[in-house]
């Protein structure tokens, strides 16, 4: 669950949950990915892997099993990492007033060390992260071209998907610091969204919707 100044709050439509700060008053709908696109369990599934590889101990383990899915179903799991990437953005949203598409924009691979000695790695790094962003954008707003536009990268050329999935890894490490330093806590929210909703029945809705 996160850190205090936090709160779920039951809507009216019971695929969502309304995730309140408490302190900022802003507030903001999550709602459940529709199972044909992608199984809330993708979602939860990958919360859990990614919380684990934040732990050094748990790192290898989880890598390596995050690389298997990908290799596996690139598309599904990529979908999966880029789902909890925009849930991220909108809870930084929620407690510091940023937009999520400039806390997107904003995401940064601090895994290396960076120097003007290596422009060609910086230019493969900033590349990579672009396609995550492209990928977490595209979840955040529901837009459909610019999710080809991601998935197109994912597995082309062949192996790609294990190489997105490493380096946003290494994003989604800076932003865990980041929420921790503002006093959110990443682990168990895909969770609670999950076990306190239900699939939706009817058309696709938007998953992330502002409510003040």
């Known amino acids: 669950m996160p850190l205090s100044g936090l709160a779920w709050q039951t809507l009216p439509d019971t695929g969502a949950l309304a995730l309140v700060d408490?302190?900022?008053?802003?507030?903001?709908?999550?709602?459940?990915?529709?199972?044909?696109?992608?199984?809330?369990?993708?979602?939860?599934?990958?919360?859990?892997l990614v919380v684990s590889w934040l732990s050094r101990q748990?790192?290898?383990?989880?890598?390596?099993?995050?690389?298997?899915r990908v290799e596996d179903d690139p598309h599904r799991t990529m979908s999966a990492?880029?789902?909890l990437l925009a849930m991220w953005t909108v809870t930084i949203h929620?407690?510091?007033?940023?937009?999520?598409?400039?806390?997107?924009?904003?995401?940064?691979?601090?895994?290396?060390?960076?120097?003007?000695?290596?422009?060609?790695?910086?230019?493969?790094?900033?590349?990579?992260t672009d396609r995550i962003r492209l990928g977490a954008l595209a979840t955040l707003t529901a837009d459909a071209r610019s999710a080809?536009?991601?998935?197109?990268?994912?597995?082309?050329?062949?192996?790609?998907?294990?190489?997105?999935?490493?380096?946003?890894?290494?994003?989604?490490a800076?932003?865990?610091?980041?929420m921790r330093t503002i006093g959110v806590d990443p682990q168990d929210m895909a969770g609670t969204l999950a076990l306190y909703t239900i699939d939706p029945d009817?058309?696709?809705?938007?998953?992330?919707?502002p409510l003040t």
């Open 202 to 209: 009817g058309p696709t809705v938007p998953c992330f919707r």
């Open 22 to 48: 408490t302190s900022s008053r802003r507030a903001a709908a999550l709602a459940r990915p529709h199972p044909r696109e992608l199984p809330m369990i993708d979602v939860v599934d990958m919360e859990r």
């Open 94 to 128: 929620l407690r510091t007033g940023r937009p999520p598409a400039a806390v997107i924009a904003a995401m940064s691979y601090r895994q290396v060390w960076r120097s003007p000695e290596a422009p060609q790695s910086e230019r493969v790094w900033e590349t990579l």
């Open 148 to 172: 080809v536009e991601f998935h197109s990268h994912v597995d082309n050329p062949r192996g790609m998907g294990a190489v997105l999935v490493r380096h946003a890894l290494g994003i989604m």
């Open 58 to 68: 748990n790192r290898f383990a989880a890598e390596q099993q995050l690389v298997e």
């Open 81 to 83: 990492l880029t789902w």
């Open 174 to 178: 800076g932003m865990a610091d980041d």
